[in-house]
């Protein structure tokens, strides 16, 4: 009875909300000029056509391309930054007003930037994916690293732990959950990153398909794309979730 | 035991079960040991030693320093004054051959019991074997058998202590420095883990110096009992306990252990009684 009843309050009302969007939607697109907004029904079938044409293959394959690079080399770089930057104190103090501007800067105003000093091509879209996505991953993982319990410190060295096992044993288990927590906000970021990079930069992947489509005055191919995003934001959200409850279960605050 | 009195010595008391008096021959020894935090001395002129196969208990009441004693002597803390030796070498950072069970048990919360046991083991390079064998079986000693895949926040605080107690044990050190071990167990668990204990100890005797609130802890399980008092605090008493070896349940029956009891209890109440006062001033 029990289970009947949650699974109809997780997933009834989002179908009932879901479904009702894409009435109105249909409902708008109907009235207005197909030029401004187009029909779910249409924006569906555009859809349907793009895959079956293999154009969202090959764009979601670009696409995810560069966002993974980018996302990888953030990871590689804040995670350890992060660590080391809590660690040893005077880093820290001696970075933090650095780190703390660039989290505040909205990260596009530094693309005409980078397109003067490295140009069209693969690498510099690479680096505004690791520019937006890179700050929520340091952030989170200095904090995390700097609240690692003192007595575990101790107990490392008690157990004559060098340093790098302190750092296997001690410090990234303990940070990984915040670490994670940034990651799953630098893969929002590096999204946004992404399709910057494919608007302003060397058009290429998602980015070059609405580009093209709203070209075309193809508003459908312009709006299945952005949906195509969405999803695709979504489900890397939520498989960053899994991995933060996953590597946060020690906490005892997952299942 | 040949006179039945107390035997009660100032401080710097020789290992009593070795005739020989030279430093040498204690594995722990504390010189004119001091502690500052700033301005603050916690303890100042400590003298202590303790030989390579005896059990020393440290009683005192509550921030008197017992912790930091510890701490100093596991090489985890600078001592301000005077020196700490182990087996003669002046300790300037944590040795091999000495482990400390923590008074907040310092398990790591991502690790298993059995990880967690393993912890020592493995920064000590041993082999898979090795461990394979020891860990399992130190895990038994302490009763978490059925327990190796659980992570501490799904136990109990006794639990953890045991697990805790259990690390220490897995590295078989020459010296074991244990802060409060049973404090967080009920007691009959406490009875058999101390019993437990003394048993680890019949069969291959190291070195032991335990802090406890425990009178009947430390006078079952010392060879000695050392008290820390005053402000700052320093090796008030040294008391001899004079039961036979081996220590076990018929230990507590005995006369004489009541007797010793009764003695180390005297030595701490005015102390108990002064902090009750001011808690009652402070009201
Ligand atoms: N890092 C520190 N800085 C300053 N003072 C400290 C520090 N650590 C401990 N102290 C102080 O030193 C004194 C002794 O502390 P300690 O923990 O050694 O006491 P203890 O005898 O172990 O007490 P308990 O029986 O409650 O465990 C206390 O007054 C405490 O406030
Ligand atoms: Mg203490």
Redesign the interface.
Known sequence: MATGESWRIRYLPPAISLIAGAALWQWVGSQTSAAFLSTFSATVARLVALTVSGEVVTALAESMTLFFTGLVIAILIAVPLGVMLARFRVLRVASETYIMMLYATPMAALIPFILSLMGFGFTPKVVVVVLFAMFPILYNTIEGARSVKP??I??A?????SEW?LWR??LI??TLPFALTGIRQGIGRGLVGMIAAEFYLSASGIGRLITVSERDFDTAGVLASIIIISILGAALMAVGRRLENHFA????LGR | MSSGAATIRRAAVTDPTHRTESASQSRIRTVGAGKRYGDFQVFRDVDLEVGAREVVALVGPSGCGKTTLLRCIDGLLPISDGEILIEGARVTEPRAGVAMVFQHFGLFPWKTVFDNVAYGLRLAGAAKADIAEKVPHFINMVGLKGFEKVYPYQMSGGMQQRCGLARALAVEPKVLLMDEPFAAVDAQTREILQLELLSIWEMRPTTMLFVTHSIEEAVLMGDRVVVLKGRPSTVHEVIEVDLPHPRTRETLTLPRFAELREIVWNTLKDEARQAEFELEKGR
């Open positions: 007595e575990l101790e107990v060295r008690s157990y004559r732990s096992g044993d001690v288990p303990y279960a020690w906490r005892g």
